[in-house]
């Protein structure tokens, strides 16, 4: 059963903005946060942004700082990720994820427990 299903992907040009979408099942939506991820060809995943279901916590990687939003709708089961000010180095499949852990903030990517199947942003210059 799919958990986790983003999309808003696509191709926009440097400067521009985007926003992601992450429709989580009722499974899903019952844990305590929220990520999101990206990967880019030939490197590994990384950690972009990560907010709790309750709105009080979320936290950036450095490089997305004021550029990226990450919201959610909790009666809906959904999480965003607002991003602007879009740069080539952007490009990557996104992925979201979510998490019942809670030992610390924001939690590591491999205490994730459910994970989303990617959507692609191709950023141009």
């Known amino acids: 059963q799919v958990q986790l299903v983003e999309s808003g992907g696509g191709l926009v040009q440097a400067g521009g903005s985007l926003r992601l979408s992450c429709a989580a099942s009722?499974?899903?939506?019952?844990?305590?946060?929220a990520g999101w991820f990206r990967q880019a060809p030939g490197k590994e995943r990384e950690f972009v942004a990560a907010?709790?279901?309750?709105?009080?916590?979320?936290y950036y990687t450095d490089s997305v700082k004021g550029r990226f939003t990450a919201s959610k709708d909790k009666a809906r089961n959904t999480v965003y990720l607002q991003m602007s000010s879009l740069k080539p180095a952007d490009t990557a499949v996104y992925y979201c994820?979510?998490?019942?852990?809670?030992?610390?903030?924001?939690?590591?990517?491999?205490?994730?427990?459910?994970w989303g199947q990617g959507t692609q942003v191709t950023v141009s210059s």
């Open positions: 009722e499974r899903a939506a019952r844990t305590y946060a």
């Open positions: 907010i709790t279901w309750d709105g009080a916590g979320s």
């Open positions: 994820a979510t998490t019942h852990y809670r030992a610390t903030w924001p939690p590591p990517g491999d205490n994730y427990d459910f």
